[in-house]
């Protein structure tokens, strides 16, 4: 089984910064596509940044410029640093790893359990 655990969500005023950090624990093969997700008060969840394995970005254009995702292979780790927060960010932030458990031929993708991201004007 693996586990992802999400840190680093909170209050910030308008223009400020937080560190998301996520980490994967368990039976780990290896982990391709990691990423964050976001979801507001009755919004779908939306794509927010994910990173491939081999470093590739991609950002929603919302964030583009102010968050920027990297990851931390040796720790299982995923992180986003999001800078210049506006009250629109607002959410709770999932992070997300496509896994491939040890033993297993194929990837699943594992969902960490939301932090809150709240942002004051």
């Known amino acids: 089984q693996v586990q992802l655990v999400e840190s680093g969500g909170g209050l910030v005023q308008a223009g400020g910064s937080l560190r998301l950090s996520c980490a994967a624990s368990?039976?780990?093969?290896?982990?391709?596509?990691m990423g964050w997700y976001r979801q507001a008060p009755g919004k779908q969840r939306e794509l927010v940044a994910t990173i491939t394995s081999g470093g590739s970005t991609n950002y929603a254009s919302s964030v583009k410029g102010r968050f920027t995702i990297s990851r931390e292979n040796a720790k299982n780790a995923v992180y986003l640093l999001m800078n210049s927060l506006e009250p629109e960010d607002t959410a709770v932030y999932y992070c997300?790893?496509?896994?491939?458990?040890?033993?297993?031929?194929?990837?699943?993708?594992?969902w960490g359990q939301g932090t809150q991201v709240t942002v004051s004007s």
């Open positions: 997300m790893m496509d896994v491939r458990a040890r033993y297993s031929v194929s990837f699943q993708s594992y």
């Open positions: 368990g039976s780990i093969g290896s982990i391709s596509r």
